[in-house]
Structure formats: structure tokens, C-alpha cells
């Protein structure tokens, strides 16, 4: 047995030293073999760009998608935009059209260095500005929007404030004066007046004062400008409940004697 177990221990040791022999045989061989399959084809060059990031085409892509997105931004701008900018949009809703008034910039300095001064009153003050013929232009189509009657009173108002509704009460009543009617113009904004703030005068007494009391006569509330024919009853003192004071009979009354004394009688309005 003793004998069994050693042969079997040679017989495993030259076994496994046969194996490593031939393994080392195969490694001797590798490295004396000098056969080498890789060749070189083309020898690489620096490249004098870089690669990323990739200029023209994102310029490109960014001006392109710039065009399409503004575009499609204004194409939504101009669908969700509801106002009413052109004689176009006023046609639509079935409204007459009385003409367009160009933006007024007040300049509080008496004169320019390149034109004349630009005030509220432009129609007095800067006739031959594009403003006043604009004004002019409203107010024989106002005349002649009713033919078969005589306008009498005209309420001036809009959507919201400083729109320019003063701006227009004014200058309406000063070229209706021009032309030989006697006009009024009443501000009735109780909120926020500002017909005194053109003629540069106090608001000390005007409408409230004829409204609450009816022995107060219309010419001793009445400014007296220095246009011919044009008057301005400003609010006076500012009620603290504007709303319920214009629906009492003595608003009423007080329009009534205004119409009674004035061929034209003009409303500037709150909101």
C-alpha cells in the first residue's frame, strides 16, 4: 500500500512537470517568434480645429430656430392681441370711426429748440400741428355724424385712465369755440380731475358747488379761458361718494341749465 501510494505521488509530480515543460517550451517560443501582424497605414496628424463644439452649425441652428420662434411668437402675440389699433378694428365691431389722434408729449417748457411749444391746448396754441388738424377732423365728423339733429352734449370717456380723455375734451371744446359755438366743457371725473391742471388755475369751486347748492349761478362757477366762446366748469371740491353724487337731481339740474346756456356742452368723464 505503502508502495501504491508513492507511485501514485511520482506518477502526479511527472505528470504535472510535463505540463509545465511544455507550457514553458510554448512561452520560449512566443518570445523568440518575431511575427507581427499590425502595419502602419497612415501616421496621425494634429488637427488645427477642434472638433466640438461645432460653431457654424449651432449659429445656424440658433438663427434658424430663432426665426421660426419669433415668429411664431408674434403670430401669437398679434392673435391674442384684442385692441383696437386701425379704423379696421372699429368697422368690425359696427362703431363709427371720428378719426385718429397722434400721441401728445407735454413739453412744460415755453418753447423747443427745434419747434414750437407742445401743450394740452394744441389747437390754440400749435394750430398748425398735426394734433390739431387731427382734432378738427374729430370734430366735423361729429357734427355731421347726426345731420338730421343738433348735437348738443358730448361725454368723452374710455376704458382707463390716461388715455387721453381731457386731452381731447379740451381740444374738442376750444376748435368747436373757434368755430363760433359757445361750448362748455364740464369735468365731471370726480375721482381724478384734470381740466384745471391745463389752464394751470386751483380747483376751488366748479360742479360740486352747483350740484349741492341750486342757488349758485352757472357763471359764477364757470372759468372764463382766453380761447372766445370756450368755458370750463371744473369739479370744485372732491365729494367722497362721486358715484351717488352725479345720480342726484341736482347733476341733472345743473346739465340742464349748462344746455340751456351753451350750444355745446362737453363731458369729461372717468373711466
Do not use: W
Request: hydrophobic residues 40%; positive net charge; aromatic residues 6%.
Amino acid at each position: 500500500l505503502e508502495y501504491r501510494r508513492l507511485e501514485y505521488v511520482a506518477s502526479s509530480s511527472k505528470e504535472l512537470q510535463t505540463q509545465i515543460l511544455s507550457r514553458l517550451k510554448e512561452a520560449e517560443l512566443q518570445v523568440k517568434s518575431r511575427a507581427n501582424n499590425v502595419r502602419i497605414l497612415e501616421e496621425a496628424k494634429v488637427s488645427t480645429r477642434p472638433i466640438y463644439p461645432r460653431k457654424g452649425l449651432n449659429l445656424a441652428a440658433a438663427l434658424i430656430l430663432a426665426l421660426l420662434g419669433g415668429s411664431l411668437l408674434a403670430f401669437a402675440f398679434d392673435y391674442a392681441d384684442n385692441s383696437v389699433r386701425s379704423q379696421q378694428d372699429l368697422e368690425v365691431l359696427g362703431l363709427t370711426f371720428l378719426g385718429i389722434i397722434p400721441v401728445h408729449r407735454k413739453n412744460t417748457k415755453k418753447k423747443l429748440q427745434d419747434g414750437p411749444k407742445q401743450t394740452d391746448l394744441c389747437v390754440f396754441d400749435n394750430p398748425k400741428s398735426p394734433a390739431a388738424e387731427c382734432i378738427r377732423t374729430v370734430r366735423t365728423n361729429l357734427l355731421f355724424m347726426v345731420p338730421d339733429r343738433e348735437l348738443r352734449s358730448i361725454v368723452v370717456t374710455s376704458a382707463s385712465p390716461s388715455e387721453g380723455k381731457t386731452f381731447t375734451c379740451v381740444n374738442i371744446g376750444a376748435v368747436m369755440a373757434l368755430s363760433g359755438a359757445r361750448t362748455l366743457v364740464i369735468d365731471s371725473d370726480l375721482r381724478r380731475p384734470r381740466c384745471h391742471k391745463v389752464f394751470d388755475v386751483r380747483n376751488e369751486k366748479g360742479l360740486t358747488n352747483m350740484v349741492m347748492d341750486n342757488s349758485i349761478s352757472l357763471d359764477e362757477m364757470v372759468y372764463k379761458t382766453e380761447i372766445p366762446g370756450l368755458d370750463m366748469l371744473f369739479t370744485g371740491p372732491l365729494p367722497p361718494n362721486p358715484s351717488e353724487l352725479i345720480h342726484t337731481n341736482g347733476f341733472k339740474r345743473t346739465i340742464q341749465r349748462a344746455l340751456g346756456e351753451y350750444d355745446r356742452v362737453i363731458f369729461d368723464s372717468p373711466p
